[in-house]
């Protein structure tokens, strides 16, 4: 969160002069309208040095001045989808200075603009939008009493396993690859359709949860700083010795200096409202249950005898290391999957890396026109998530799409073309007729060479299977449900990603785009794909056959 507007002098003034009287911190804060943190800092200044005035900053002057920030705010604010590393890149030819990517994002930040995801809202031509310029024109003096008589009605459909309900987990930094924290999800799943009408309105309300702090430095950690402060070494130093951060180790000194000591001080406040072994309770149901809520915890505790705010809960799981994530939806695996995956992974993890060079991977994908491919993060302000430019259009069945099918070696990518109709058996056959062995001889391919395809039903047929034996292919016995042991599933991701940069807005363009940012992949990427699958491996291995992080 950036800072906020610069409190005028007369202010501080102000929180002085009721601290001398003896109110407390907390009414000053409530009386002024300010967090009791600031109050507090203003107060602790005001032990230490006696006044109010800034004192001048002993750090280095800021690279950029305040003519560079406004440029730079124009350029992030004209193209709202660039990442720090693309604005670190231009503002480095702009300013023609050395720019590092945590200056140039802390320079954002000072603009009042941060990185947020994007929302996705509904695609509106011209005629959509003077239709709904109209409509409320329209209906702005209807009475409530009116709106009342209304009889609201619409459609949604409801998958009956894996759908969207369910997607947070509470979850620590490390288990990320936790299957217990996964989403599991089928390619077609199973789905009911309801029709619902309403004649009322309903409000659900949110939880608000406040931030806790990070876990502190224990006294023997805070004593060495202290020690290596008084030998003369600088803060910036000190903190990358123990890994902590700059402030950290200033808030240390400073209050060593002023107190003679680094023992906690006793605090201002209410006691704990959760007792240590509360917090054990908690702690073990959502390690059971990753996707307990936060309303259960509170019931939980009520029935407990204790009642707590869903605030409190956060604050308390985040002291715990624990925290709300959204859970990553992941192929179904059953056992046989799991143990075909375990299977794979220990006969080929003493392969060479040349076997692998000799592997050419395949897979189809396919395209949403104004799908989930586009870029996600934008450039804004904190309020202003529902403006245009910070949105992404969508259209019901994402406004068309096309199917493609590809492959790529470690030499480099092979053929893509687009599959036009339904595929089946025969029409799978004929583009391995077609491309694969094209392919090959492109990408210069060692003899014995050997192909990779998944298990979908249209690649294990049995005349698939007897096609590639005539022609003499060595097929890569593939275990189901393993699309992160396939590197093409990167190659993908990263087209999608530039594809969706260049905001096609029809198939014809959105097949163009395609074919020519595959033809500029890079044979670098491909060979680095390849280069590390071992650890794909190993990472199969460590997780018992669940799904990995790639």
Known sequence: MGRGS??????????????????????????????????????????????????????QKTILDARDLRALRRHCITYRNATVMEITTWAQGYFQKTLLVNTIHRAIRRCRLKLYRSKKKPYLNMIQKRRRFLWPKAHLKWTVAKWKTVLWSDESKFEVLFGELGRHVIRTKEDKDNPSCYQRS???????????????????????????KTKELSKDTRNKIVDLHQAGKTESAIGKQFGVKKSTVGAIIRKWKTYK?????????????????????????????????????????????????????????????????????????????????????????????????????????????????????????KNAELHPKNTIPTVKHGGGNIMLWGCFSAKGPGRLIRVKERMNGAMYREILSKNL???????????????????????????????????????????????????????????????????????????????????????????????????????????????TKY
């Open 6 to 59: 610069p409190i005028p002098p007369m202010l501080w003034q102000k929180i002085v002069e009721q601290y001398q009287k003896g109110v407390s911190q907390r009414k000053i804060a409530k009386s002024l309208k300010l967090s009791p943190s600031t109050v507090h800092n203003i107060i602790q200044r005001f032990r230490e040095s006696g006044t109010i005035s800034v004192s001048k900053g002993q750090g």
């Open 186 to 212: 089928v390619q077609k799943p199973a789905f009911l359709m309801y029709k619902r009408h309403l004649s009322t309105t309903s409000n659900s309300q949110t939880p608000n949860s406040t931030m806790a």
């Open 261 to 381: 000591t680094t023992d906690n001080l006793p605090r201002s406040g209410a006691p704990r409202k959760i007792s240590p072994r509360g917090v054990k309770m908690i702690t073990r149901t959502v390690s059971k249950n990753p996707r307990t809520t936060w309303g259960d915890l509170v019931n939980d505790l009520q029935r407990a005898g204790t009642k707590v705010t869903m605030a409190t809960i956060s604050n308390t799981l985040h002291h715990q290391g624990l925290k709300s994530c959204s859970a990553r939806r992941v192929p179904l695996l059953k056992p046989v999957h799991v143990r075909a995956r375990l299977k794979f992974a220990r006969e080929h993890l003493d392969d060479p890396e040349e076997d692998w060079e000799n592997v050419i991977w395949s897979d189809e994908t396919k395209i949403e026109l104004f799908g989930k491919n586009s870029t996600c993060r934008v450039w804004r302000r």
């Open 437 to 547: 062995l094209p392919s090959a001889r492109t990408l210069k391919m060692k003899r014995g060479w050997v192909f990779q395809h998944d298990n979908d039903p249209k690649h294990t047929t049995r005349a698939t299977k007897e096609w590639l034996r005539k022609k003499h292919f060595k097929v890569l016995e593939w275990p189901s449900q393993s699309p992160d042991l396939n590197p093409i599933e990167n190659l993908w991701r990263d087209l999608k990603i530039r594809v969706a940069q260049r905001q096609p807005q029809n198939i014809t363009a959105l097949e163009e785009i395609y074919m020519e940012e595959w033809a500029k992949l890079p044979a670098t990427v491909c060979k680095n794909l390849v280069a590390t699958y071992r650890k794909r491996l190993t990472s199969v291995i460590a997780n018992k056959g669940y799904i």
